[in-house]
């Protein structure tokens, strides 16, 4: 197990030189151009940066969504860059929860069908799906709704679901991609809320990549990304004449 410089908490995530490039046309696009990052448990990190800069490039890489052209992502101590394609799918069920801007839900099924789905697809399933699904929508305030299909929630409502379904398997990391970027001010608050709760009752880290400042000021730590490195400090301005 990983365990910071003094010793106290453990890096559930860790990436050392990760570099991703995509072939364009007859050249490469330099998309992450070397990150090194540690995020220890039951931290709250935002990642921010200027569009384009690499961030959702960045997080489907540590969500193992997508795969890194070098380098390494370790997730609880594993290297997912190792893993053959099964064995990272179940990697992913277990240890991983995603929260996307579009919610994703499946239409279909109602907010507790959503919800139970990943511990159903579960190898060796922790819960029982409906009633761990219940008792999370109750978690997240949805009590009432748990029989309503997605296109009978308001948006704030439909990214509650979604929070719930990513913690379905109670993972040690819960990644977000710009989880309010679809909402109104009032929604968005509501989520943020949510998932700093959700943090508090399980301890699980959070990463979220955000444009919302008030997203970025209610995470303990802030990681910016500039043309896919990571900066210290601010964004540099770049209406500001560039030395000679
Ligand atoms: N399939 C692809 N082929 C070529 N370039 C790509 C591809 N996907 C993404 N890119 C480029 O990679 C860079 C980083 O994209 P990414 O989506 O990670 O940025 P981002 O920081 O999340 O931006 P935003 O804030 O707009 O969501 C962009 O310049 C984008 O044009
Ligand atoms: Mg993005």
Do not use: W
């Not at 330099?30 to 990150?35: A, K, N, S």
């Not at 922790?126 to 997605?150: C, S, V």
Request: hydrophobic share 40%; charged share 25%.
């Amino acid at each position: 197990m990983n365990v910071n410089p003094d010793g106290a908490r453990p890096a559930v995530v860790r990436t050392r030189n990760l570099v991703k490039d995509l072939p364009l046309g007859s050249g490469i696009v330099h998309i992450l151009r070397g990150i090194s990052l540690d995020i220890y448990r039951g931290e709250r990190v935002g990642i921010v940066g200027p569009s384009g800069s690499g961030k959702s490039t960045l997080l489907g890489l540590i969500g193992g969504l997508d795969s890194a052209t070098s380098g390494t992502i370790e997730i609880d101590g594993i290297d997912i860059t190792r893993l053959s394609e099964s064995k990272l799918t179940e990697v992913r069920n277990e240890k991983i929860g995603f929260v996307f801007q579009f919610f994703n839900l499946i239409p279909t099924l109602t907010a507790l069908e959503n919800v139970a789905l990943p511990i159903e697809f579960a190898r060796k399933p922790k819960f029982n799906p409906r009633k761990r699904a219940k008792e999370l929508l109750e978690l997240l305030g949805m009590k009432d709704r748990l029989n309503h299909r997605p296109s009978q929630l308001s948006g704030g409502q439909q990214q509650r679901v979604a929070i719930a379904r990513a913690l379905a398997n109670n993972p040690p990391l819960l990644l977000a991609d710009e989880p309010t970027g679809n909402l109104d001010t009032e929604s968005g608050k509501l989520v943020l809320e949510t998932l700093q709760d959700v943090q508090r009752a399980t301890g699980t880290t959070i990463v979220v990549v955000t444009h919302d400042p008030s997203i970025a000021t209610a995470m303990e730590r802030v990681l910016t990304l500039v043309d896919g490195q990571l900066v210290d400090g601010k964004v540099p301005d770049r209406t500001e004449a560039v030395p000679v």
